[in-house]
């Protein structure tokens, strides 16, 4: 998890400094007395915006929808005790079965092959909970309104 929002940190610095650094240099270049430097309100907002892209102004909707909020936040939940269902019925007893048997070729790869389908329901359970559900809850928070998570 750690590593993830690091990736994400570095992402989002590096795009604000590969959109504001140009704005700067040709201010500076021109001599023009007003340098273009970003507040610190548009950066923070840009921290916490469900974006990678930096811009100094997004679309805001004018109201944030609390049940919306408060529905994606259950179903992030959801997944989760979905997840838990899943590993607790499909892969620990098939990792417990393993455990108690002798170490065998065979033995290893039914047990792989028996793992896919619920490593694969895993992999959808985090796209859904993490990338339409997070995502669009923390986008309705902050009224952003470009909601194009998929492009």
């Not at 109201?63 to 590993?87: E, N, P």
Request: a positive charge.
């Amino acid at each position: 998890i750690l590593l993830v929002l690091q990736v994400r940190l570095v992402m989002k610095v590096y795009s604000f400094v590969r959109e504001n650094v140009p704005r700067v240099l040709s201010s500076v270049k021109d001599k023009s007395s007003t340098v273009p430097i970003p507040k610190i309100s548009q950066y923070l907002y840009f921290l916490f915006a469900p974006t990678l892209i930096y811009r100094d102004n997004y679309p805001r909707n004018p109201t944030i929808r609390w049940g919306y909020v408060a529905t994606k936040f259950a179903q992030v939940l959801g997944s989760l005790f979905y997840a838990y269902y899943i590993f607790v019925r499909l892969c620990i007893p098939q990792f417990r079965n393993s455990s108690q048997e002798t170490f065998n070729l065979r033995g290893l790869v039914l047990c792989i092959f028996n793992s896919i389908l619920p490593g694969v329901l895993i992999l959808f359970l985090v796209f859904f909970a993490f990338l339409h559900c997070w995502l669009n809850a923390f986008a309705e928070m902050l009224r952003f309104a470009d909601r194009m998570f998929y492009k």
